[in-house]
C-alpha cells in the first residue's frame, strides 16, 4: 500500500542552523509528493510540491527534490528562523480503494530557539 | 478571502454523548474532506464529498459516525455514541475539484476530548 515515512521529532535547533527533515514514501506509480506544514493554533497549509521525479519545490526558503531512485523527498532549509516552528507533514497522493487520496505522515515538530 | 470555518474549536464530552462538528469550506469549492488526526499522527480521510455526494466514505466507521453536506456547501460530522478513542482532532479542507490534484485548505480543527 501507499505510506509515507519522516524522521521523528521533535527536532532543536538554533536560529540560522540548517534544516533537513527526512521524508520516504511507499507507492505503486509516480505520485506527488507535498510538504505541509501546521503551525500552533492553525491548519494544514502547504508548503511546496513536486509532481515528477526530479522536479524541486520550493517555497519560503525551503526545498524538497522528488529523488524516484531513493523513494524520497526530504525538506531542507539553509538557515532557519523562529517563525519556523511549527510541525512538518510529508504526504503524498496515492490510489487507494478505488481513489485518489490524500496519505500523510506522521509529522515532524520543528522548535527553532533564538 | 475566508479561510475554512469549523467550529468549535474546542469539545469536552462524557463517553455515550453525541457530537457534532460543523465545516464551512472555502467559497466555490465543490469538494469537501473530513479528516481525522490522532495525537502525534498525520491526518487520515474519513470522507470526501464532491458537492452533496459523498464519493469516498470507506474509512468512515459508519456504525457510530455520520456526515452529511446538504445543499453541497457546509457540512456536519456527527459520532453517537463517542467513545474514549475518539479523542482527535478533527480537520476538515476543501478543494476545487479532484479530478487532477488542486491544493486542499484545511480549517483549523476541532479538538475532541472524551471523559
Known amino acids: 500500500g501507499n505510506s509515507v515515512t519522516q524522521m521523528e521529532g521533535p527536532v532543536t535547533l538554533s536560529e540560522e542552523a540548517f534544516l533537513t527533515i527526512n521524508c520516504t514514501y511507499t507507492?505503486?506509480?509516480?505520485?506527488?509528493l507535498f510538504w505541509y506544514v501546521q503551525y500552533p493554533g492553525e491548519g494544514l497549509q502547504l508548503l511546496l510540491k513536486a509532481t515528477k521525479a526530479d522536479d524541486k519545490g520550493s517555497n519560503k526558503g525551503f526545498e524538497a527534490t522528488y529523488r524516484k531512485e531513493t523513494t524520497s523527498f526530504h525538506l531542507e532549509k539553509g538557515s532557519v528562523q523562529v517563525s519556523d516552528s511549527a510541525v512538518y507533514f510529508c504526504a503524498l497522493i496515492g490510489f487507494s480503494g478505488g481513489y485518489n487520496k490524500l496519505i500523510f505522515g506522521a509529522g515532524t515538530r520543528l522548535a527553532v530557539h533564538p | 478571502e475566508a479561510g475554512v470555518v469549523q467550529s468549535p474549536r474546542y469539545k469536552i464530552i462524557e463517553k455515550k454523548q453525541p457530537v457534532a462538528f460543523w465545516c464551512n469550506p472555502i467559497?466555490?469549492?465543490?469538494?469537501l474532506y473530513w479528516y481525522l488526526q490522532n495525537l502525534g499522527q498525520g491526518p487520515e480521510l474519513l470522507i470526501r464529498?464532491?458537492?452533496?455526494?459523498?464519493?469516498?466514505d470507506s474509512q468512515l466507521p459508519k456504525d457510530r459516525f455520520s456526515a452529511e453536506r446538504l445543499k453541497g456547501v457546509d457540512s456536519t460530522l456527527k459520532i453517537q455514541p463517542a467513545e474514549l478513542g475518539d479523542s482527535a482532532v478533527y480537520l476538515c479542507a476543501s478543494s476545487l475539484r479532484t479530478s487532477s490534484y488542486n491544493e486542499q485548505f484545511f480549517g483549523p480543527g476541532t479538538r475532541l476530548t472524551v471523559l
Open positions: 507507492a505503486t506509480g509516480y505520485p506527488s
Open positions: 464529498y464532491e458537492n452533496e455526494e459523498a464519493v469516498d
Open positions: 467559497s466555490g469549492h465543490n469538494t
